[in-house]
């Protein structure tokens, strides 16, 4: 079922999501859920509190672009992003490191908004399954940011946030659209 993704400046966003304790049937059926709602609205990524659920759950797919990582592994094996996509992760742990990169970021959350974003190129991430496993995926490129763009999500933090003052600035009357268009509905 395709659920309906809530828009900045929706409370929800700036919530940090509890942690997901067990693996319910509802659980399952969210990040089911979730993932047809990414694809439906042509997003690579997409987080629980953007469907209004202030959750540590998120799903991404960037596996239509195979050259958009120079290297993945998960718990330490070489792996495709066709084997992993899509991949539902729970309450996850991420360090960062590598060479600051700069790439346009869109947010399904901020549907006419996109913008450069600095970030590190590579993560180690850390999260568990629906079947409860704990994987780890060290990868880089447009999964890493993926996965950071993602993992702030749980946190409440947004986009925006990591927008230099320039862009900041530059996207101000965007932003009090929003801001209006949010109260009118
Ligand atoms: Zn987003």
Same mark, same amino acid.
């Given at each position: 079922?395709?659920?309906?993704?809530?828009?900045?400046?929706?409370?929800?966003?700036?919530?940090?999501? =509890?942690?997901?304790?067990?693996?319910?049937?509802?659980?399952?059926?969210?990040?089911?859920?979730?993932?047809?709602?990414?694809?439906?609205?042509?997003? %690579?990524?997409? =987080?629980?509190?953007?469907?209004?659920?202030?959750?540590?759950?998120? %799903?991404?797919?960037? =596996?239509?672009?195979?050259?958009?990582?120079?290297?993945?592994?998960?718990?330490?094996?070489?792996?495709?992003?066709?084997?992993?996509?899509?991949?539902?992760?729970?309450?996850?742990?991420?360090?960062?490191?590598?060479?600051?990169?700069?790439?346009?970021?869109?947010?399904?959350?901020?549907?006419?908004?996109?913008?450069?974003?600095?970030?590190?190129?590579?993560?180690? =991430?850390?999260?568990?399954?629906?079947?409860?496993?704990?994987?780890?995926?060290?990868?880089?490129?447009?999964?890493?940011?993926?996965?950071?763009?993602?993992?702030?999500?749980?946190?409440?933090?947004?986009?925006?946030?990591?927008?230099?003052?320039?862009?900041?600035?530059?996207?101000?009357?965007?932003?009090?659209?929003?801001?209006?268009?949010?109260?009118?509905?």
């Amino acid at each position: 079922m395709i659920r309906k993704i809530v828009f900045y400046p929706d409370p929800v966003l700036r919530k940090a999501g =509890a942690k997901v304790e067990e693996v319910t049937p509802e659980i399952r059926e969210l990040a089911e859920d979730m993932i047809e709602t990414m694809y439906d609205a042509h997003g %690579v990524g997409l =987080a629980a509190p953007q469907i209004g659920l202030s959750l540590q759950l998120a %799903v991404i797919d960037v =596996a239509h672009d195979e050259e958009c990582v120079s290297y993945l592994r998960v718990n330490g094996e070489e792996k495709t992003l066709e084997e992993i996509c899509p991949i539902v992760f729970l309450n996850p742990d991420i360090e960062t490191f590598g060479d600051k990169d700069i790439d346009v970021e869109g947010c399904l959350s901020f549907p006419d908004l996109r913008s450069d974003i600095t970030r590190p190129f590579e993560v180690r =991430a850390q999260f568990e399954t629906l079947d409860g496993e704990t994987l780890v995926i060290e990868t880089d490129g447009l999964f890493a940011r993926a996965i950071q763009h993602e993992v702030d999500h749980l946190f409440g933090k947004l986009f925006i946030d990591r927008m230099t003052s320039a862009r900041k600035l530059a996207i101000k009357r965007q932003l009090k659209e929003m801001q209006e268009d949010y109260k009118q509905a």
